[in-house]
């Protein structure tokens, strides 16, 4: 393939990284997230098979293929299971209302193009053009989490964060050294797990994943 | 060799944990005694950052021990020590059963073994991990005994502590970047010494933002104000050893992952970037926490605000040039000493009055006069008042504060502190007096479990009279790391 | 060939290919149902007898309701002079600006708006203001998705974009075009009140937007209004295949080039009436306060648009 291609289509496997976040915002199904969250993961493995062939680093298809294992299939099965075990379905209202939702997602986009404007100027990367689009889709996963309401949604919030630092991580650096990159793998791994025997937790104790609920512990 | 015989016990303990089913005391026993071992190792480290070596091992030098983390190291095992010896499960008491003790033993001892990795790789990628592993292993305690407080405060615990440790990465990728940008890649570019070396020429824009991260990030786990609303739930629903743990030296590693990077970007932008921030979150820290502890009902949350404060001040210290970490070094022993020991004096108290409500307990000194002794000199400790050592590490810092010319800042803190001082000892007051309840047995059960305490009360007296020697080296060890 | 006939009969043969568009969309639609369907040509039937019938008053109305109908279609006439249809460059293209085009549609839409008030019927009124709500969100995402298309070509200008897409082909394939064109293609839907967002052959008070409106018109009004909703689906049609996939769209007005240029695009258009007739098969519409859920995923798509052409230059 050619060189001058590697810019636009690591651009637009990002853009579309972001896409698939910016869906977290739109629908209210708790399954369109999980869907959302599988496709954002599959055409983040193909920017790092991208990133590895153009970047000529064979390292970078084992993390693609890790990824893949991890965060398309073994993830959201994880998730389905645990959604359709504890019954949760829309996320009814959320904190903050579906369309000034996606206003504020746009917003923190532009916040990550400002922030990341030094960044951008620094590198001498084909890839540096969609480094923002990474940092927008961390923030998008940021403000989901604070905002949604139902727990499934909040881990799916942090799994899109993490998502969009790896982006960050293969577009800036074409890929932070392999031993911490599994690392980072393994623990994202302990900790969805954690999540999600604590959301099994939460709805035995609370008979719901309403996070709204959890109002016990105040001052 | 040395780190091996530091990190391989816990790793031991737990696996000791997870293969006897059912649990038996000996599991608990043998947990105890292994973690002497760990604790002799980072005395043995400690040794040679005193002599002034600084001890590299492992592949690719994975591990490395400076003074800095030879204090950290201590500090963590001896806290872990202790909590081990004091945890349930050794054959007292039936609070718990088999497998929740199994899980706890389980847990706990991979939770050391995070943390005592965390202050011993050279890698600030691998410290990275080895932190975020201490939330998720910390986070399976937390719900020992499964009540609505206790599942809600694990949960907000899991979720802000990755996502501020989700930011931190972020701030590190953005490091790592800027190297790369400069350099190429490299193996071993995270490397803290490597990087330190390579740190003035990276680029002050690009570090700039990822220490504002770093600081969220890092600072989230700390218990840094704002973000710190997980910390009196999570510190306050878990059983009182983990509580011991995670105050005591848990908010010390984050820190410590601080600090290192603070090195960092210091030698990049100069220190006045990072002082200026860290003075702004440490004041705020102590702000909050004060009128917090104003208007605490439940003496494990107090504590819980009482470490956030001086979280607060360990940071101010940190951003108060070279005298100033010294003192925030010196600070965060005395305290790792003194809140774990009140976290364990509060357990006993939970178990005899059965609630954590400051209004249920009354007449402490009638009931259990031991602990309430205890519970009353750690209380004087952690108010920052003479002979104890906190008094000490407090005075430095507010010296090394007017040295540096901040003499109103030093004001403002002193302010704080007498309010969080006035607001803790009226509780200790209303705990201390007053006519318990019929039903309250009197008397100690278990007095050895209080000979640890006893222990920490030497240390805190000791430091609280002069500095021995050699902690004094160690301290100027680490003020010379950060002088530049 | 003079370049101003070439203006208009760009305009004339508008006016002759909008009523097949819709009839052709709507024949589509009832064979992908199983239906048989009226012909495609059904609407110039349909418009033949609206201009022989009688016109309506309601003594209610204003001035304004009879004005209306010749505002709605005179500045849809005015659109298609300005825009690109399937030949570039042409004189009034230096007044085919991005903002007179989207000004000019809004005209129409307001002023279709306040002819839905006028008579006072609660129609009318429920109708112009969900009218009102969707271009609220709408009109601003159209100037933004060709907004972004602008900063990519360096111009404003409707015929200038198309004409340096053509000379750069690769430009097509960045993240901000494709953002760009599914944010317009649901403006669009968005727009010609097509489902998910309107029903365009209801006329159930819960589902009907645009019908509302114009629900006290008749005769020849109607008539200009039903074909000036035609030119817009039009022209919106035009749009989103000339800025996008400019191929096709003749440069130079040599009969050659204009005898080619002519077809493709009536089968571009063609080819967006199957995937409009498709989707509105295939889709239920929207509950109403769900629309501006969707408008608002459209607008943040162009403001993505926008930030990447301009901050991936």
Known sequence: MDETLFAPLTTLGASLVLLFGVVLLWRRSLNAYIQAFKWQSVILSGVFFLVGYFGHDPELYGVGVALLGLKVFFIPHLLGRLRKRVGADHEITPYVNIATSLLIGGMLV??????????????????????PLALGLVFIGLFVLITRKKAITQ????????????????????????????????DLLMGILVMQVFIYQIQDTFESIDVDRLTHLKH | MLFLLLLLPSLLAALLALVVRPYRPAVGWSNAVLSLAAFGAALGVAGHAIAGEILVWGPGDLFRADSLSALLMVCVSAVAAMTLFLSPGLGRSAAFTDRQLRRYHLF?????????????????GIMWIAIEATTVFSAMVIPLTLSKASVEASWKYILICSVGIALAFVGTVLGYFDFVALSGRAENALNWPVL????????????????????????TKAGLAPMHTWLPDAHSESPATLSALMSGVLLAVAMYALLRWK?????????GFTDTLLLT?????????????????????????????????????????????????YHIVNHAAAKSMMFFLSGRILHRFHSTELGAVRGLLKVMPATAILFAAGMLALVGLPPFGLFMSEFALVRAGFVTGHPWLMALLLVLLAVAFVALLRHLNSMLHGT?????????????????????????????FYLPASFQSLLDGIAALVTH | MNAYLLELAQALISLAVAPLLVGFIGWLKARLQGRRGAPPWQPYFVLRKLFSKEVIVSEHASWLFRFAPYVVFGSGVAVTLLIPLFCVPLPFDAMGDLLMVVYLMLLGTFFLALAGLDPGTAFGGMGASREMTVAAIAEPTIALAIFSLALRAGSTNLGQIVVNTLADPTVALNAGHLLAFVALFVVTLAETGRIPIDNPSTHLELTMIHEAMILEHSGRHLALIEWASGLKLLIFFSLLANLFVPWGVATTLSPVYLLIALPIWIGKLGLLAVVVAVLETRLAKLRLFRVPELLSMSFVLALLAVISSFLLR
């Open chain 1, 110 to 131: 532009l916040l990550a193009y400002v922030l990341m404007r030094p960044v951008v100027t620094v590198s001498t990367l084909p890839t540096r053009g969609a480094l």
């Open chain 1, 155 to 186: 881990v799916v919030g942090f799994l899109v964060m993490e998502n969009g630092i790896a982006l960050l991580a293969v577009l800036g650096t074409y890929g932070i050294p392999l031993i911490i990159e599994m690392g980072v793998f393994l």
């Open chain 2, 108 to 124: 706990i001892n991979l939770f050391i073994f995070s943390m005592l990795l965390a202050v011993s790789v050279n890698n600030i």
């Open chain 2, 196 to 219: 330190l070396n390579f740190a003035p020429h990276l680029h002050p824009e690009v570090m700039r933002i990822a220490f504002i991260f770093l600081l969220i990030g890092y600072g």
């Open chain 2, 263 to 271: 090195m960092v970007v210091d030698a990049t932008l100069g220190d």
């Open chain 2, 281 to 329: 979150l440490g004041l705020l820290t102590l702000f909050i926490a004060a009128f917090s502890l104003v208007r605490a009902s439940n003496y494990k949350r107090m504590l819980a605000y009482s470490s956030v404060e001086h979280t607060g001040l360990i940071c101010i210290g940190l951003a108060l040039g070279p005298i100033g970490t010294f003192a925030a070094m």
């Open chain 2, 436 to 464: 318990p309840t019929a039903e309250i047995a009197t008397g100690e059960d278990h007095r050895w479990g209080l000979v640890p305490m006893l222990m920490s009360v030497a240390v805190l007296l000791v430091l609280g």
